[in-house]
C-alpha cells in the first residue's frame, strides 16, 4: 500500500469515527430532549397539566394556545411537528393520520376501559390513533342555585348567548343547532347526518328544522342576537363567565361542562346544571341523548419517551390522578368520579344513555369551517333585520361536504364509524 493510500484510509477511518460519534451523541441527545406536547390548555389548567405530567417523570415541554390549529399546521409543514398533540377535532386528527403523519396508539392503552362513543375505530384489528385524555358533557343548561326553570321553552332574552372564540369563532353557535338535531330527531338521524349516510344531507328535514328552530329563537330579540355576536363565550377578560356576568338580564348558559372554568370558585359552586332539551325550542322536551366532546391525544413521533407519556396519560391512573388535579372529566370507565352532587350528574350522563360526538369535532376541517361560518351568517344576519337564508347557507355547506368527498383520502380509515352510543 503505498503511502498516499495509506494517508487517504487514515483519513477515511477517522472521519467515520467520527461520523460515529456524531451518531451516538446526537441519539443521546435525542433521548435527553423533552417529550413536546401541543394542546388548548392554558393558564390554570395548563398548570394543573403540567402537574400532573411532572409527576411521570418523564422530561416535557407543553405549549398551550388557543389557536392550536393554526400553530400546528405551521409546525408539521415546517417539518417540527410536536411528539404529541392533545385537541378536539378528530376530523383533523384523521386528515393527519391519512396523510401518514400520525403514529398507531395500539397496545398504549386498554381499549376495554374505553367504550363507544370515544372508540375511534369499529373494528380491533384496525389501528387505532387517538386517546380521548378529557371528556366532557354537553346538551346541558347551567343555571343559578335557587332559580326556578320553566319546563317549556324559554324565550330569547333568558339565554346567555356569547358566539365570540379567539381559535374558531362560530362553534357555540354549530352547539346549538347540533343539540337541536340531537333532542328534535333522535341519535339516529344526528348520527346519520355527521356521517353522510342513509340520504340524511345538510338540506335534510333533521337540520334544516333544527337550524330554522335556532333562528326562530335569535329573532325573537334583534338586540340580544347583536350583542351575542360580540360577546366572548367565556365572559369579558377576568370576569366572572358569562352567567355570573350578568345582572338581573340573561339566567340560562347552553354551555359544556367546561364552562365551570370560566367561573369564579364561588360562582362555580352556585352554578346547576339541568338537561337542556325542555328548554330549546321545539323538541317537546324529552331528552333522546347528551352530546359529549373530548380532548383526544395522538403521536407525531415514534420516541418511546412520548409513547411512555401517552401510556401513562391514557391508563387508569393517569386519568384518575389528572381528575383529581383539575376537577375534569374522563372517558376511562375505570375512573372514579369526584367532587358533589353536581360532578356525580356530569359523570353519570357521561357513561349512561344516548351519548353522540359533537358534530363539528368529528366533520373534515374544511366541513367544520363552512359549519362555523354559517352559524356566524346566520346570527349576523337576524341581527341586522334580514332573512338569514338558511336554505343557501345549507347548499354552501354541503358543496363543501362534496368537494370533500369527491377529493377522496384515506382518513376514512381512521374516522369514527360511528358517532352516537346508546350503551
Not at 353557535?173 to 355527521?194: C, F, H, K, M, N
Request: proline content about 5%.
Amino acid at each position: 500500500m503505498t503511502r498516499r493510500l495509506r494517508v487517504l484510509v487514515l483519513l477515511l477511518v477517522m472521519v467515520l469515527i467520527a461520523a460515529g460519534g456524531l451518531v451516538v451523541a446526537w441519539a443521546g441527545h435525542d433521548d435527553e430532549e423533552p417529550v413536546t406536547i401541543l394542546g388548548t390548555w392554558t393558564g390554570a389548567q395548563a398548570a394543573q397539566f403540567e402537574s400532573l405530567l411532572r409527576g411521570f417523570g418523564i422530561p416535557f415541554r407543553y405549549q398551550g394556545t388557543a389557536a392550536q390549529r393554526q400553530v400546528l399546521l405551521s409546525k408539521v409543514l415546517s417539518g417540527e411537528p410536536p411528539d404529541i398533540v392533545i385537541m378536539p377535532g378528530i376530523g383533523e386528527l384523521a386528515e393527519y393520520a391519512g396523510q401518514n403523519r400520525l403514529k398507531p396508539l395500539n397496545g398504549l392503552y386498554d381499549p376495554r376501559e374505553y367504550g363507544a362513543p370515544w372508540k375511534p375505530t369499529g373494528a380491533s384489528s384496525e389501528d387505532v390513533y387517538w386517546v380521548p385524555v378529557k371528556a366532557d358533557l354537553k346538551s346541558i343548561v347551567w343555571y343559578r342555585r335557587g332559580e326556578r326553570l320553566s319546563n317549556s321553552p324559554a324565550p330569547m332574552r333568558s339565554w346567555c348567548i356569547g358566539m365570540g372564540d379567539d381559535g374558531a369563532s362560530g362553534w357555540p353557535g354549530t352547539d346549538w343547532i347540533e343539540d337541536l338535531v340531537l333532542q328534535r330527531s333522535g341519535p339516529d338521524a344526528y348520527q346519520d347526518w355527521v356521517l353522510g349516510e342513509h340520504g340524511v344531507t345538510w338540506g335534510s328535514a333533521p337540520v334544516r328544522t333544527a337550524w330554522e328552530a335556532w333562528a326562530a329563537l335569535l329573532r325573537q330579540d334583534r338586540g340580544a342576537a347583536r350583542h351575542a355576536l360580540l360577546t366572548d363565550h367565556r365572559g369579558a377578560p377576568g370576569g366572572r363567565g358569562l352567567l355570573f356576568d350578568q345582572w338581573g338580564g340573561c339566567g340560562l348558559e347552553h354551555q359544556g361542562s367546561f364552562a365551570r372554568s370560566f367561573y369564579s370558585a364561588a360562582d362555580a359552586r352556585r352554578a346547576r346544571l339541568t338537561d337542556s332539551a325542555p328548554l330549546l325550542p321545539e323538541t317537546g322536551g324529552t331528552v333522546r341523548g347528551h352530546e359529549v366532546s373530548g380532548d383526544f391525544a395522538a403521536l407525531f413521533s415514534d420516541r418511546s419517551a412520548a409513547r411512555d407519556l401517552i401510556r401513562r396519560l391514557a391508563s387508569r391512573e393517569g386519568q384518575q390522578k389528572w381528575a383529581e388535579l383539575a376537577d375534569v372529566f374522563s372517558a376511562n370507565r375505570e375512573v372514579e368520579p369526584q367532587g358533589g352532587t353536581v360532578e356525580r350528574e356530569i359523570a353519570e350522563r357521561l357513561r349512561t344513555g344516548p351519548r353522540c360526538l359533537d358534530a363539528s369535532d368529528v366533520m373534515a376541517p374544511a366541513v367544520r369551517d363552512a359549519f362555523y361560518e354559517a352559524a356566524l351568517l346566520t346570527i349576523a344576519r337576524v341581527a341586522a333585520g334580514q332573512d338569514p337564508g338558511i336554505r343557501g347557507l345549507l347548499q354552501d355547506v354541503q358543496r363543501v361536504q362534496d368537494a370533500q368527498s369527491a377529493q377522496g383520502g384515506d382518513d376514512a380509515r381512521a374516522a369514527p364509524k360511528s358517532v352516537c352510543s346508546t350503551r
